[in-house]
């Protein structure tokens, strides 16, 4: 009976499920809505675009499948190319498959897009193995409901997944794919596929050798894409500028190739050629900087300094132009600081070019801690599970297939006998059940007691936790309130966007560091710094909020060298100059010194605030006592900072201590070994 009536019910929700009909596609009214999201996009207007696209969405009724995956399509692009926000590019992918869900057949280019969408945003967060996934799920899918034709763009991807990872040489086989692929293209499919696809495989496959150090084989495909280049140009005479920036970028790269093979003149020849090209409005004026990186470093290599001198001051103005940290700026800016100092340095301007190497090690240094870990990535064993799970896939439904009949034969009787055994075997687990509710009502107060019991360990290790980062992300936030409020950005910027960027950089060290609490000093990674930098740094850093209460901040300090952690003294500093401002009235001067003595160096800060009372003295650099006091404008004290600081210092074999009196205000002392 049971049975029977689930039976009936299910026929009723597919027969219900039948009726209702899709509302229908509107083509025509929101090829209106895109092209002016379009335009909005195309003049820089990014937020206008997405708030007229929303509005405009949400004042039509009913719209079909297809008008919501043109608004969800639109809005990836623009987060993922102009208003870089790659979390929302993923939501509205997220989005789009929930749209399509059941429907992949009906829809099948709109869900190969979102596949190929999916992998954008993941290349873009640099989560390489997943990307590798999803494109090769999207070929796939493709060989199954599309042409070639389509094929090969997934096949392009797969190869830029391998490019990303440096693996060069087995890149080369997927873009080779992607050619053939390509070629299955019929005449009416459209400028990209015809034209900007097929040269863009021949020109990836050349920088493929190129990286390898191959350059004669990269010369060869870099002129077979000047050669399609050459043939199919004619064909789409409303797209000259496009394909003369096509030929720009491929000159630049031969000016490079020629360079690294001491072939001065061709090097400087398709150089030359690739900056005239593209370096106006309506060109690839990115690429034209690239361009002038390798000729810059081709005259200084060749001593033309007036020459480099002009390119490396271009350079200067356009990234000064592009304060923006995507990686493209970042790999400019960190190649311009090389040239800099391989400039001075080679006019013997020793002390003119050592800033720039610091500046080029410090930016190369950061760059290879966010990359070190992705260029590992195991790419081959994550296509060797795909391959695997897929083949289990078509395992178990062999065998779904072959069960399915015996399943059937047996399924009544097994009901019949499972019923009667449930009404058998009630009366028995009822007791059974009784006792272990018994049981579980123990074990589930054993439970309540050890959460109640750590709860207060969980409270500690939260406060840890929001006062570490309540510093430096409030500094961060100081700053760009600064920028934010001026209309024009002064010569200043690019500090500030640095001092941005630090701060968010040792917020994630403090995070780091709580899960290694009670470290070892041993295990602290030290390195030469200088004592000077690293408190004018702080000094600078905490001034903002100094101004908050009118303070002022005095520094007389030497540049000594010693051997310390950073971030660790960083935070000290930083807690004991912020605790200074804290205590301090309006109006104060609060003065950081410092004294090198025979074998130790002696840091004071001075503040002249409500001071410490000695009956609390000992207590302040304890990590749980109760010597906490609200700062003189209701600043709420959270007592972790000095204890904090204390652990670090010592860990670095120094020693801190206050001297103090009520009202008259405190200086803290830090003391550091010089050797």
């Not at 804290?582 to 109006?587: H, I, T, Y």
């Amino acid at each position: 009976m049971l049975i029977f009536l689930l039976l009936i019910y299910s026929l009723i929700l597919m027969s219900c499920h039948q009726a209702i009909e899709e509302p229908p596609n509107h083509q025509a009214h929101f090829d209106t809505v895109i092209n002016q999201t379009t335009t909005l996009t195309g003049n820089g207007h990014y937020k206008k675009a997405i708030s007229f696209l929303d509005s405009a969405y949400s004042i039509f009724p009913n719209p079909g499948v297809n008008d919501i995956y043109r608004k969800y399509e639109n809005l990836i692009n623009i987060y993922l190319h102009d208003d870089i926000d790659t979390y929302k590019a993923e939501l509205y992918t997220d989005s789009i498959f929930q749209l399509l869900k059941n429907k992949e057949t009906i829809y099948k280019n709109e869900y190969a897009n979102n596949l190929f969408f999916r992998g954008e945003v993941l290349m873009a967060e640099k989560r390489y193995t997943e990307a590798f996934k999803v494109y090769d799920d999207g070929k796939s899918f493709v060989k199954k409901n599309l042409d070639n034709c389509s094929l090969s763009i997934f096949s392009n991807k797969l190869g830029l997944v391998r490019f990303s990872q440096e693996q060069y040489q087995t890149a080369i086989p997927f873009f080779k794919e992607a050619i053939k692929e390509n070629k299955d293209c019929k005449p009416t499919t459209g400028f990209d596929y015809l034209f900007i696809f097929p040269q863009t495989y021949l020109n990836t496959i050349a920088m493929c050798f190129e990286k390898s150090r191959q350059p004669d084989s990269a010369i060869i495909y870099y002129k077979k894409a000047l050669d399609f280049i050459a043939v199919r140009k004619g064909l789409f005479p409303h797209r000259q500028s496009f394909i003369s920036s096509a030929n720009g970028i491929i000159y630049g790269n031969l000016g490079g190739i020629y360079a690294k093979k001491n072939n001065y003149g061709q090097a400087v020849n398709y150089l030359t050629q690739s900056i005239s090209i593209n370096d106006h409005p309506g060109y690839d004026i990115r690429d034209a900087q690239t361009a002038k990186l390798k000729l810059a470093a081709l005259y200084i290599n060749h001593s033309d300094f007036k020459e480099a001198d002009r390119l490396l001051n271009e350079l200067h103005t356009y990234l000064s132009s592009k304060p923006g940290l995507n990686q493209v700026n970042i790999n400019m800016r960190l190649k311009w600081f090389k040239l800099k100092y391989e400039y001075h340095n080679k006019r013997k301007e020793k002390l003119i070019a050592y800033p720039y190497l610091q500046h080029y090690d410090k930016e190369r240094d950061s760059i290879y801690e966010v990359d070190k870990e992705l260029k590992n990535v195991d790419i081959d064993q994550a296509f060797r599970d795909t391959a695997q799970k897929y083949r289990m896939t078509l395992l178990r439904k062999d065998n779904q297939l072959k069960t399915a009949y015996l399943s059937a034969a047996i399924i009544c009787m097994l009901m019949i006998i499972i019923i009667l055994f449930f009404i058998w075997d009630n009366l028995k687990r009822s007791r059974k059940l009784n006792k272990q509710i018994s049981e579980q009502n123990i074990n589930m107060q054993r439970t309540l007691d050890s959460l109640e019991q750590s709860q207060e360990e969980n409270v500690r290790m939260m406060m840890i936790v929001a006062h570490d980062l309540r510093n430096p992300i409030g500094n961060i936030t100081a700053v760009a309130n600064l920028m934010l409020e001026e209309d024009n950005r002064s010569e200043d910027d690019l500090e500030m966007l640095g001092m941005i960027k630090t701060s968010g950089q040792n917020s994630l060290f403090l995070v780091n560091d709580l899960l290694k609490a009670n470290s070892e000093a041993e295990k602290l990674q030290k390195e030469p710094v200088d004592l000077y930098v690293l408190l004018n740094y702080c000094v600078n850093l905490l001034s903002h909020k100094a101004k908050e209460k009118n303070q002022q901040i005095m520094l007389y300090a030497l540049h000594v060298t010693i051997s310390l952690n950073t971030e660790k003294m960083w935070r000290v500093m930083s807690n004991l100059l912020g605790n200074a401002i804290k205590f301090s009235p309006e109006l104060a001067t609060i003065t950081v010194k410092m004294e090198e003595r025979k074998n130790s160096v002696l840091i004071a800060i001075v503040d002249h605030g409500i001071g410490v009372p000695e009956a609390i003295q000992h207590k302040i650099f304890d990590m749980f006592g109760q010597a906490k006091r609200s700062g003189t404008a209701g600043e709420e004290p959270f007592g972790l900072g000095l204890a904090i600081s204390k652990q670090i210092i010592e860990n670095h074999g120094g020693h801190i201590w206050v001297e103090s009196e009520p009202t008259q205000g405190s200086t803290f002392y830090v003391e550091l070994p010089l050797s």
